[in-house]
C-alpha cells in the first residue's frame, strides 16, 4: 500500500495500523484523495486501526481545526473494516468533539488523547 501525501494530511499503512496526520485545513482535494486511499485500502485489509493526529497549532484557528476534522469524521463513517480510531490532539476541544462524533461511528469504537499520551494512544489501538 502506498503512503498517501498532500500538502497537509499523510497517511500510511503499517499492519494493523493506518498513520494518518492532517497539518492543516485540508481541502476538497485532498478529502477526494483520502478517500479513494481508504477504498483501496479496504480491498485489501479486512480489519485495520486508525491514528488520526491533529494538532492544533497548524491550522489558522479552531473553527478550521473542527471543520477539518468533522470532514474527516466524514469519511471515518465509511470505513467498515476499520474497529478503532485514536485521535490524538492538543486541543482539548477537538478531543471532546471526538468523543461526540464517535457515538455515531458504531462500526468503530472511538477514543481521545493529548498529544502528550502517544504512548497510551499507541497501546490503545494496540489492545484490539
Known amino acids: 500500500m ?7 494530511l499523510t ?7 493506518v498513520w ?3 497539518n492543516g ?3 476538497r482535494e485532498e478529502t477526494i484523495q483520502t478517500i479513494e486511499w481508504f477504498e483501496t485500502l479496504g480491498e485489501s485489509q ?10 492544533k497549532m497548524h491550522f ?3 473553527g478550521s481545526v473542527r471543520k477539518t476534522f468533522l470532514s474527516l469524521a466524514d469519511i471515518m463513517r465509511g470505513l467498515e473494516a476499520c474497529e ?14 471526538a468523543k461526540i462524533e464517535g457515538t455515531a461511528m458504531p462500526q468503530m469504537e472511538v477514543d481521545s488523547f493529548g498529544i502528550v499520551d502517544l504512548a497510551r494512544a499507541e497501546d490503545w489501538l494496540e489492545a484490539a
Open 2 to 8: 502506498n503512503d498517501l501525501n498532500t500538502a497537509n
Open 11 to 17: 497517511a500510511k499503512f503499517e499492519a494493523p495500523i
Open 20 to 22: 494518518l496526520s492532517v
Open 25 to 27: 485545513p485540508v481541502d
Open 46 to 55: 479486512d480489519s485495520y486501526q486508525l491514528y488520526l493526529e491533529i494538532p
Open 60 to 62: 489558522p484557528d479552531l
Open 84 to 97: 478503532k480510531c485514536a485521535v490524538v490532539t492538543d486541543s482539548p476541544f477537538l478531543r471532546s468533539t
